[in-house]
């Protein structure tokens, strides 16, 4: 895995909105264009992954389920703004009984859709009420499956015991069904990204996959999250330094909504990475969530603006 040895994170950084620690001006990204509306369905899941940025597991509700009438609501508000996809996240979105109705609203309303499950128990219990939709919505529909590495002992480090063939069982399931399938794997290890996208890509052809592992929307291999390791901030300077556009962060083209325990009604954070920070909560509306966003936070810097990430690329 990676080196877990790398200095701690400065306790001066990333606390004040307008300023970095040295005082400088702190890079932030506006609303260019809503293109991607994403709802995380709740926290809870099937299993308990080591790493999870979003420590979802059997236990974790502290963002409770969303429901299809509020799910409804934000889908018509982002239609009226332009939005092409609808991404559905979790914890496990297949442990939220309003998802397949969650979807077809989605597709009834002309969006394409984007799900990122285990593939597991959850999903394979909705096998019947899927086919349907592959039917009728093939086209629109992404399922992205989680493979955190391409060999099974080290995704089992990650997932848990038992958890590599109920997975690939459901991939194998969503690609025979007709539905667009795509994998996303984790840089947690020792190895470049030439040579994870080998493995997977030998992986694939063993399983009689369609994925190219070449392609880097039909495998997305993802920067880790470790909140407490040290990352330099993000500075309105570094777009220059870095020769990198604002509007290539996934705030400049994203909203997610998410219901807190609790709450009297579901909230609008900038992306899917910071599902507990109330410095985050942008309101209840995506018109009121329509403001710049101040890359407060280290993974707006390792995962976004250094990593160069999209969770929907």
């Known amino acids: 895995m990676a080196d877990v040895t790398l200095a701690s994170l400065d306790p001066a950084k990333f606390r004040d909105a307008e300023r970095t620690a040295r005082g400088e001006?702190?890079?932030k990204v506006a609303l260019a264009a809503l293109h991607t509306i994403w709802f995380n369905t709740g926290t809870l899941c099937n299993i308990a992954c080591q790493g999870c940025y979003i420590?979802?597991?059997p236990r974790n509700d502290r963002l409770v389920y969303l429901?299809?009438?509020e799910v409804e609501d934000f889908l018509d508000q982002a239609v009226g703004q332009g939005a092409?996809?609808?991404?559905?996240t979790g914890g496990e979105p297949f442990m939220n009984p309003d998802l397949l109705g969650m979807l077809g609203?989605?597709?009834a309303r002309g969006l394409d859709c984007l799900v990122l499950t285990n593939a597991m128990r959850p999903m394979q219990r909705f096998k019947a009420a899927l086919a349907p939709l592959a039917a009728s919505h093939g086209g629109q529909l992404t399922f992205r499956v989680s493979l955190d590495h391409y060999s099974p002992r080290l995704h089992e480090l990650l997932r848990g015991p038992r958890s590599w063939a109920p997975a690939l069982a459901g991939l194998r399931w969503l690609a025979a069904s007709g539905l667009r399938v795509a994998v996303a794997g984790r840089l947690a290890w020792r190895e470049g990204e030439a040579q994870l996208r080998a493995g997977y890509g030998r992986l694939f052809h063993d399983l009689g996959l369609p994925l190219d592992a070449c392609d880097p929307v039909q495998l997305v291999l993802f920067p880790e999250m470790d909140a407490g390791r040290d990352v330099p901030e993000i500075t309105e300077a570094c777009w220059g330094i870095l020769n990198k556009s604002p509007d290539s962060v996934m705030c400049?083209?994203?909203r997610m909504v998410v219901r807190r325990k609790g709450a009297d009604r579901a909230s609008v954070l900038p992306?899917?990475?910071?599902?507990?920070?109330?410095?985050?909560e942008l309101g209840a509306s995506l018109t009121a969530a329509a403001r710049q966003v101040p890359l407060n936070h280290p993974h707006c810097a390792r995962f976004c603006v250094l990593g160069g990430a999209s969770c929907s690329a």
């Open 25 to 27: 001006p702190r890079a």
């Open 55 to 57: 420590e979802s597991s």
């Open 67 to 69: 429901q299809l009438a």
């Open 84 to 88: 092409r996809l609808a991404g559905f």
């Open 105 to 107: 609203a989605a597709l």
């Open 252 to 254: 400049a083209s994203s």
């Open 271 to 280: 992306c899917t990475l910071l599902p507990y920070d109330p410095a985050f």
